[in-house]
């Protein structure tokens, strides 16, 4: 067995615990450099994990996956990890208390996140993801002084566990009816069966069920808007962007690779909720007025797009899902890095508020503006690359009328992101004075801004590496 | 002769008791009874699965354990997660959770 | 077949015939003869106070959640003391690996003041 192959994730444990324990030898008032420790550690792997191309390779005995596609995906998770505890160093301040603990849980979460996107076995599968969900159920309700963040975190709990519970029974059912967790034998065993029985079938649409709840693809999606509202702003982000990616490679690893003979029946399946996700998304997000509930309905419509590339079953389905997974990361991690200054300067998430701010603070809403633009997939921005990839993967399979929705309701959700956008730079603010922007905050902001925008002029360098993640999918 | 119908007969009732208790009890700490219960089920499934579909290997038996472990991982953050709301509204009735829209 | 399994009814006709024989002979043969102080709840020879359905105080709670985390974590140990010999000197490291994790969150909660009395 070769350890190396874990370095990524070893690395990740060790700087998880090295913080913890450094945090509880120093004096709490000197915990704040943490913050930056781990934003430096996670760079340092991101940095580190480059290595790690090609290699292809299995650890375990099949147990544990470590190909380009496990690699992209661990690398989505934690460039989203290293601008989220770059951005939020200021907010965790405000925010009281356990300082270190936050970038300790958030660690934690991206650790899980990394070994649900290499989960080759059902039971790997089910740690990476608990230990995803269960440190962002402890970041959710992370706000000691505050009564709604608690309150989130105990509804993501009861219905986080509700989905996993039939996640997990799903799971058994596969397991018991092939005798393997191994999710390549399954594929095996399946064939050598040639049928489905029931109780296959049974686990199956559990299996469907549970990942959408983790994919907040309608109709699971009633616990991600009170959830991004009530949690710190952080961590919605990093719950928008990473718990999603990781649920989607863990879900294309499981049926691409686990239930190839039955893709029809569950493509079916999938389209239908993707329709459902991308309409109802899309059209809820418009009344909002909270921007955190805004931003939570358009990024189930995102999860309603990315569910397109799944559906594909293919390797252009998987580059699309890859691609728009990572330029999603820009797109909402820079929007969130806004509404999170904003509220810590003005205590408000309300999109009335947000009247003027690019007079406050032209940074602030130039940011947004870019973000939300290339979440509704405007050309030149990434998004529409993104938009591209996906739509044209399924084009030519049957489902031109998923893409007519898709592309319908993308022009629909123009509407309320430029709603945003109008009122940030039409509207005269009522308090003129400017907000102040943390250096690291700053630093997310141009990065994601110029991220989003270089990517869509210049998409070569990341449908690259989105196609060797495709590629070693399908080998 | 009691066989692997019998068993799996359990662990979907039981599951289907837990999942209505997760759904419909009002009481914060009687919902966490109910999830637990949805895993017990699994348990049962997977033990039983490992007994009679793949005798001699173990694989379902860890998977439980791991299952039990998490668990209570789970109910810990639940119910310190419930105090916590407790402490503030003097109420563990999910009706009151309600300073956001569900 | 049968027979494997008649022991069980047996057994449950006889877990209920049997306390209902012993209770009723009781019934007819006790003396009956009540006085206040015979009908109090017994209580290790105090008197009672106050009802029997008090809350605890919440300061036990603390207690609870880390039994509750640590008293499962044991449960990884028996399959491996079950096996650690035959899986050689890598089990072995890996399991004070683990119990390693396992002390610094538990220096964690200690330092935290999770044991401390509130």
């Not at chain 1, 120093?26 to 430096?40: K, N």
């Not at chain 1, 329709?275 to 805004?294: C, D, E, F, S, Y």
């Not at chain 1, 922007?437 to 002029?457: N, Q, R, S, W, Y």
């Not at chain 2, 379902?60 to 998490?70: D, K, L, P, S, T």
């Amino acid at each position: 067995m070769d350890l190396s192959l874990l370095t990524i994730e070893i690395a990740t444990v060790l700087l998880a615990i090295g913080v913890l324990v450094i945090g509880l030898l120093i004096p709490r008032e000197q915990r704040f450099g943490l913050g930056y420790l781990v934003t430096i550690g996670l760079a340092i792997i991101l940095f580190v994990s480059f290595g790690y191309y090609g290699i292809n390779a299995t650890a375990f005995e099949g147990m544990y996956y470590v190909d380009d596609f496990s690699i992209f995906f661990k690398q989505l998770i934690l460039v989203a990890a290293v601008l989220v505890t770059l951005a939020a160093t200021l907010y965790v301040k405000k925010m009281g208390t356990n300082y270190g603990e936050f970038f300790v849980m958030t660690v934690f979460a991206a650790l899980g996140m990394m070994v649900l996107s290499s989960a080759g076995e059902f039971i790997t599968l089910y740690l990476g993801l608990e230990t995803m969900t269960i440190s962002f159920y402890i970041l959710t309700g992370f706000k000691k002084n505050d009564s709604k963040s608690a309150e989130a975190g105990i509804k993501y709990l009861i219905l986080g566990a509700m989905s996993s519970g039939i996640l997990l029974y799903g799971l058994s059912l596969v397991y018991g009816m092939t005798g393997t967790t191994v999710i390549s034998e399954v594929a095996v065993k399946l064939a050598e069966m040639g049928s489905l029985s029931p109780a296959m079938v049974v686990g199956m649409v559990f299996l469907v069920a549970g990942f959408g709840f983790k994919i907040s693809a309608v109709p699971f999606q009633m616990w991600s808007p009170d959830v991004y509202e009530g949690a710190p702003t952080p961590v919605t982000a990093f719950l928008a962007v990473g718990s999603k990616a990781a649920a989607f490679a863990a879900l294309i690893r499981v049926f691409m690779i686990a239930f190839p003979d039955y893709s029809l029946q569950w493509k079916m399946l999938f389209a239908a909720l993707a329709a459902l996700t991308i309409i109802i998304g899309n059209l809820v997000a418009i009344p909002q007025t909270n921007i955190k509930r805004m931003l939570a309905y358009s990024s189930i419509a995102q999860a309603g797009y990315i569910m397109t590339g799944v559906i594909a079953a293919n390797a252009a389905g998987v580059r699309g899902v890859a691609f728009y997974g990572m330029l999603y990361v820009f797109a909402t991690i820079g929007a969130f890095t806004v509404v999170m200054n904003f509220s810590a300067n003005t205590g408000s998430d309300e999109i009335r508020d947000y009247a003027g701010l690019a007079r406050r603070s032209p940074l602030l809403a130039a940011v947004l503006t870019v973000c939300l633009l290339s979440m509704a997939g405007i050309p030149p921005l990434a998004g529409f690359a993104g938009k591209f990839y996906l739509f044209s993967s399924i084009v030519d399979q049957g489902y031109l009328w998923l893409v007519i929705i898709g592309l319908l309701m993308s022009m629909a959700s123009v509407y309320y992101y430029l709603s945003v956008a109008k009122v940030m730079y039409m509207a005269d603010p009522v308090d003129d004075s400017p907000i102040v922007v943390p250096a690291g905050a700053k630093a997310v902001l141009l990065i994601t801004m110029i991220v989003t925008v270089f990517l869509g002029v210049y998409p070569q360098p990341l449908s690259v590496l989105a196609n060797l993640a495709a590629n070693s999918l399908f080998f | 002769m009691i066989g692997l119908e019998h068993f799996l007969i359990l662990s979907g009732t039981l599951f289907c008791i837990g999942l209505f208790g997760a759904l419909a009890k009002r009481n914060a700490i009687a919902i966490l009874m109910g999830l637990e219960l949805m895993l017990n089920a699994v348990n049962i499934n997977l033990v039983a699965f490992a007994r009679y579909v793949t005798t001699g290997i173990l694989t379902g038996h860890v998977f439980a354990i791991f299952v039990i472990a998490v668990a209570a991982a789970e109910v810990a953050v639940g119910l310190a997660l419930i105090v916590a709301i407790y402490r503030d509204r003097i109420s563990v009735n999910v009706d009151d959770f309600d300073w956001l829209k569900w | 077949m049968l027979t494997e399994y008649s022991g069980i009814p047996i057994i449950i006709v006889w877990a209920i015939v049997f306390p209902a024989l012993i209770l009723g002979a009781s019934k007819l043969f006790h003396p009956k003869n009540p006085t206040p102080v015979k009908l109090q709840t017994y209580e290790c020879g105090l008197e009672t106070q106050g009802d029997t359905w008090v809350q605890f105080k919440i300061s036990y709670f603390m207690y609870a959640l880390v039994f509750v985390a640590f008293d499962v974590e044991t449960v990884f140990l028996y399959p491996w003391a079950i096996k650690f010999q035959s899986l050689g000197l890598f089990a072995i490291v890996e399991m004070f690996v683990f119990i390693a994790i396992l002390l610094v969150g538990f220096w964690y909660a200690w330092k935290e003041g999770a044991l401390e009395w509130m």
